[in-house]
């Protein structure tokens, strides 16, 4: 009989020590670090996520932190403020909406027609490819002055490049910066008009592309 209850005893032990191994190792398993710079993509994508499907009212950070299945001093860590999240957000567009125009301009032919094909596309399609969220970003950027001014940094820096991009076909009496602020406020008409299903999206480009074309051409005049 002593011999059956040791034996018990060790199997319990033996039961406890195995369930608790791999209880730890399943824990483990399940809280795999991520980078930084990883986190931060983890926590874009599920923001991007929740404007698309529940729009940006919804989007705050503890309810990123919930969805991201993470802490919330996490999200704090990363962005700070709501407003942090939706610059960020925007950023993160803009970021994508560079490298598309660069590799696109890089594989077109050097021609004007070309090249402004290639701006107007590559515009629309960024503004398409997030869907019907970047309205709702949008419109929360332009709710605030502090969001508007991060708005409106990333816009200067897109002006100078489409600028640099067209120089070789501007003419001698230039483009006004008045003239690359009409561009860009087509540019964003007709993408969100696109991305809401009230023109097509070759619709918004082909109506870029002629806006383009008229302002490189008044420069030779």
């Known amino acids: 009989m002593g011999d ?6 060790v199997s319990y032990f033996w039961y406890i020590v195995m369930s608790s191994t791999m209880e730890r190792d399943t824990v ?5 670090r991520l980078t930084r710079e990883q986190r931060l993509r983890q926590l874009l994508d599920v923001a991007w996520r929740l404007v698309r499907e529940e729009g940006t009212d919804v989007l705050t950070l503890p309810r990123l932190a919930e969805e991201a299945a993470v802490a919330k001093p996490v999200v704090y860590d990363h962005f700070g403020t709501r407003n942090g999240l939706l610059a960020a957000l925007y950023q993160d567009f803009d970021v994508r909406q560079t490298v598309v125009m660069d590799a696109a301009i890089a594989a077109s032919d050097p021609t ?5 094909r290639t701006i107007a596309a590559s515009y629309v399609d960024c503004v398409l490819t997030q869907g019907r969220e970047m ?3 949008l419109a929360a950027l332009a709710g605030s002055p502090e969001l508007a001014a ?21 003419g001698q009496r230039g483009i006004a910066q008045a003239g690359f602020w ?11 008009a696109a991305a809401t299903g009230e ?3 070759d619709e918004a480009q082909d109506e870029l592309y002629e806006t383009i074309i008229a302002m490189v051409n008044r420069s030779g005049r």
């Open 135 to 137: 309205p709702g970003v």
């Open 182 to 192: 009409a561009m860009l406020g087509a540019a964003d008409g007709l993408s969100h």
């Open 199 to 201: 023109i097509t999206a």
């Open 28 to 32: 483990t398993a399940k809280r795999v």
């Open 112 to 116: 004007l027609e070309a090249t402004v």
């Open 4 to 9: 059956i209850f040791y034996i018990l005893k």
């Open 150 to 170: 991060v708005k409106r940094d990333y816009q200067l820096v897109y002006i100078e490049k489409c600028r640099k991009v067209l120089g070789p076909f501007i």
